[in-house]
């Protein structure tokens, strides 16, 4: 049998589908628990035995009105959704009130002489259940219409959050690139043009020249390497643990830091990927940039685990702590958040028991998959 979908313009009229049989027989019962009883009520003589009475009856009229609704939705789902078909229900759900009310005794049986009066009060019944479809069916559609626009939004927020986060790996693979190329090859020519000094020099000049060789190749051996990798570490290659030490190195003496990663992410047949190690990198490595900036913290101690397929990150610092409620609309916030979402996380910070600000954080290990992650 072939299926003809509902037109558009009828979709419009009648309401997007279903038939919502909850909904009507919820309606229906209340509406003939008022019919039932607003006698009753108005006349003072009023009994709470009458009201249960009526109400009962009441929904047991309605509940058959909805199930032959429901017998409506299942025909729609086997044979498509039609206007002959949602009408026809319609009425007979109509016609199903209308019989009950006659046999119950709140009709009186004669009505059913006089055809013309029962098809006029199945039609009015079925008015009345078209308008609540409509209603609720233009309501249902103006719901999921900004239901997609709000989801349109939060994909372009998504797409944007990843376009910030290639873009600031991006120009920090060009600013390592910069300093492992450019700045190394330039300390390397200026070392090379220091040991061609005319060695017939005073011994003092000599020695000058030997420590000044020596900061330089110190400079392009130790520190240029250690910011690039910083700028960008390849934990691919890298175990995270190592990497942290060598970004930990670029505060001290001013500030140490103890660090403990789990073995489980040091393990190359159970550890994280490389994006999710690189978030976790990220997010305290900015931590590390804010307890020696704005706490001026002494000591950071560093913990990364994994509980329950979320990685948790700690970062707990000895420094001053927050004056007043942490700002979250920082770009180190910003980067730290955008981390965060784009790895089914989240993450924040709070003073410490006894001084200092704690940083906590939340990854996915399975990020937008199925792991579980605690907020």
């Not at 008022?34 to 709470?48: C, K, L, P, Q, V």
């Not at 349109?152 to 290639?166: E, F, H, T, V």
């Not at 770009?331 to 906590?360: P, R």
Request: charged share 20%; with cysteine; glycine share 6%.
């Amino acid at each position: 049998m072939k299926v003809i979908p509902l037109k558009r313009s009828s979709w419009r009229i009648l309401g997007p589908w279903p038939l919502r049989p909850v909904l009507v027989t919820v309606t229906m019962a209340l509406w003939l628990s008022g019919i039932r009883n607003s006698e009753r009520i108005a006349s003072g003589n009023f009994e709470i035995a009458w009201l249960t009475e009526g109400t009962s009856v009441s929904v047991l009229i309605a509940i058959p009105s909805g199930l032959v609704l429901q017998i409506g939705v299942l025909w729609q789902r086997r044979f498509g959704v039609r206007v002959v078909s949602y009408i026809v229900f319609v009425l007979l759900s109509s016609a199903t009130v209308i019989a009950l009310r006659i046999i119950i005794g709140d009709v009186d049986s004669a009505a059913l002489d006089n055809v013309p009066t029962v098809l006029v009060a199945v039609l009015r019944l079925a008015a009345a259940m078209f308008l609540i479809l409509i209603i609720t069916g233009r309501a249902g559609a103006k719901l999921a219409s900004q239901v997609v626009q709000t989801q349109s939004a939060l994909n372009l927020a998504q797409a944007q959050q990843a376009i910030l986060l290639q873009g600031d790996e991006f120009t920090r693979r060009q600013i390592s690139g910069a300093l492992h190329d450019r700045v190394q090859a330039r300390l390397i020519a200026a070392c090379l043009e220091l040991q061609m000094v005319d060695v017939e020099r005073p011994a003092e000049t000599q020695r000058t020249l030997d420590h000044t060789v020596a900061q330089l190749e110190e400079i392009r051996a130790v520190d240029i390497r250690r910011i690039a990798r910083a700028l960008s570490p390849s934990l691919s290659e890298v175990d995270l643990e190592s990497a942290l030490d060598e970004l930990a190195l670029q505060y001290e003496p001013g500030m140490k830091a103890t660090i403990t990663v789990d073995s489980v992410i040091e393990n190359k047949e159970t550890r994280p990927s490389s994006n999710v190690l690189l978030g976790a990198y990220r997010i305290i490595e900015q931590a590390l940039l804010n307890s020696a900036g704005h706490g001026a913290a002494r000591l950071c101690e560093i913990d990364v685990r994994v509980e329950h397929d979320v990685l948790e990150l700690t970062v707990k610092d000895d420094g001053r702590g927050l004056a007043g409620p942490p700002d979250m609309t920082g770009f180190g916030s910003t980067l730290m958040t955008t981390w965060a979402h784009s790895l089914d996380g989240s993450w924040s910070w709070q003073n410490g028991k006894t001084a200092g600000v704690v940083l906590s954080a939340c990854l996915a290990l399975d990020p937008n998959g199925h792991g579980n992650t605690k907020k």
